[in-house]
């Protein structure tokens, strides 16, 4: 072979060899853009929308805000055509600089796995979806840490106000409790549990309030308990057991305490009375109503007090697995009225409180606080609303048996 052939031969063979350099690139950088997270797609802007319309920002915000215009109606239609097509979704944080308003709400609650603050989270949000509010929901699991950073973490989000359940630990320290959320600047609606500072302003009707923006909502749940005690009391009974969590004594009891306060003073002004003994402190579990129904049933009791519905539940199933009859042997009243769905073979009579009317007093007054600003006057007795509890009749109450 000759230099030239040699050199043909080697010029003929490169572009094969090139072609198999190629191919193992290609497929190298396929297998590379596959490894890489593909950017996510731009985010559609106003000016996006008035660049395909042929108009202003200024006319396409007009138009997607619903404010006044003089655009034709097939204009307008066209600016909010487009902005379907490119999926355009109102950037929040301009629009809060922009209204000062983040359109947000919190909710910190202590136990969103207990049945009367998961419903009562459920109202409020539809309340204040309503309203054109967004809720965010915290659930601090009784921790007055985690309701401190919950707290922090609102402040950060930017929001127009605040509904809290305290933490019973943190009603020890109310005074400090109620400073702290006062200084956010922000409306403050205490739920259901209700600082003791709270309610020894309240008592004070010539207290006026105008430096803060907080209001109070809860059930009277002294009332509910005297409810209670009358309903057994006109049926005859006079031995009663009662089943639920004693929290406190004194100026800053729980929702409960006030409740067993409530029956016992009824009780009291009919020359009966409950031996401590059958005052039985357990959690608001189905599981403490069976655990404490055996030493009530043997102690003779005719009527059963149960702290919420749960317990109720807990004690009627238990009764029957004795043989007893409800309420033909043994009547059971609970509270709170949110089993309604509970999927029970029967009807249990109960003190209610509606959580809905709750949730509506309370997202009405936040909604009018967010309105009006700071420096709303109110004297703290105006401040602080206490709803009515209703006896719900239905079938496990009935005439003592030794009446």
Request: hydrophobic share 40%.
């Amino acid at each position: 072979m000759n230099a030239h052939s040699a050199a043909s031969g080697a010029v003929s063979g490169s572009p094969a060899k090139s072609s198999q350099k190629n191919t193992r690139t290609q497929k190298a950088s396929e297998r590379a853009s596959e490894r890489t997270p593909k950017r996510a797609p731009k985010r559609a802007t106003l000016k996006d929308i008035a660049k395909v319309a042929g108009v202003s920002s200024t006319a396409v915000s007009l138009v997607l805000n619903n404010k006044p215009n003089r655009f034709t109606e097939e204009t307008r239609e066209q600016i909010r055509a487009i902005a379907r097509e490119l999926n355009y979704v109102p950037n929040q944080s301009a629009r809060s600089l922009a209204t000062k308003s983040s359109s947000l709400l919190a909710l910190i609650i202590p136990d969103i796995e207990n049945l009367f603050f998961a419903s009562l989270a459920k109202h409020m949000e539809a309340e204040c979806k309503a309203a054109g509010y967004s809720l965010l929901i915290v659930d601090t699991g009784e921790d007055i840490v985690e309701q401190e950073q919950a707290l922090q973490r609102m402040i950060q989000f930017g929001i127009d106000g605040l509904f809290i359940i305290p933490t019973y630990s943190s009603l020890e320290e109310s005074a400090s409790l109620r400073a702290r959320l006062l200084k956010t600047g922000f409306p403050v609606m205490f739920i259901d549990r209700i600082p003791e500072r709270i309610v020894d302003e309240a008592e004070d009707s010539a207290l006026a309030d105008t430096e803060s923006n907080w209001r109070a909502f809860a059930y009277d749940h002294t009332r509910g308990g005297q409810l209670a005690a009358r309903a057994f009391l006109e049926q005859g009974h006079r031995e009663f057991g009662m089943i639920g969590p004693v929290e406190r004594t004194g100026r800053d009891k729980g929702n409960n305490s006030a409740r067993f306060e409530g029956f016992l003073t009824e009780l009291q002004k009919c020359g009966v009375r409950v031996p401590p003994e059958r005052v039985k402190n357990g959690a608001f579990t189905v599981s403490a109503g069976r655990d404490y129904a055996d030493e009530l049933i043997d102690a003779g009791v005719t009527a059963v007090f149960c702290g919420n519905d749960l317990i109720a539940i807990g004690f009627t199933r238990r009764a029957r697995e004795r043989g007893l009859r409800v309420p033909e042997d043994i009547s059971v009243i609970g509270y709170d009225d949110v089993m309604t769905s509970f999927g029970l073979d029967f009807e249990f009579t109960t003190v209610k409180q509606d959580v809905s009317a709750l949730a509506r007093v309370s997202c009405e007054a936040m909604l009018q606080a967010v309105g009006a600003g700071s420096g709303e006057v109110l004297s703290a007795a105006q401040r602080m609303t206490l709803l009515m509890p209703e006896l719900v009749e239905r079938t496990t109450v009935a005439s003592a048996r030794h009446a």
